[in-house]
């Protein structure tokens, strides 16, 4: 006994939900390369060291900060550098948001500073303690290696 008319249909899969998983996942990497390369400046030349080793992985929250050759300070989301005063205003700011981010009250956020290699080091000192002024205690400098 025969069913159907003997007619046989196609059975084609549905791809409109895998195109859609991989279409967003193609933007969530998108978005998060775009946030990563945001944080560092293309411009700025690091100084190179023979004990210059890779960042922690486990630094959850890192906050970039780049000097260039003429000693201003670039932070991310700023179009102009920022001046003496405006430094000490965003760090207070970013030592703020970091007290209230976390649950016990513990700073975990770690600096990088990010200078040029012909920036004035005394600008980069300078910087330096106007973090440990604000309560920043985890402090990081980035060099490049050699070959």
Request: charged share 25%; with cysteine.
């Amino acid at each position: 006994m025969s069913h159907g008319s003997g007619v046989v249909d196609k059975c084609e899969p549905n791809l409109t939900p895998l195109l859609d998983v991989v279409l967003q996942l193609l933007m969530f990497f998108m978005m998060c390369v775009n946030f990563v390369t945001e944080q560092v400046n293309e411009d700025i030349k690091l100084p190179y060291a023979q004990s210059a080793r890779p960042m922690d992985k486990g630094d959850q929250d890192v906050l970039f900060l780049n000097i260039d050759d003429h000693g201003q300070l670039l932070v991310l989301g700023r179009e102009e550098p920022l001046n003496l005063l405006k430094t000490k205003y965003y760090l207070k700011r970013q030592y703020e948001d970091a007290v209230k981010a976390s649950p016990d009250g513990k700073v975990r956020t770690v600096i990088v500073i990010r200078a040029h290699k012909n920036a004035d080091y005394a600008q980069v000192y300078q910087v330096l303690q106007m973090c440990k002024a604000e309560g920043f205690r985890k402090l990081s400098l980035r060099a490049m290696t050699r070959g």
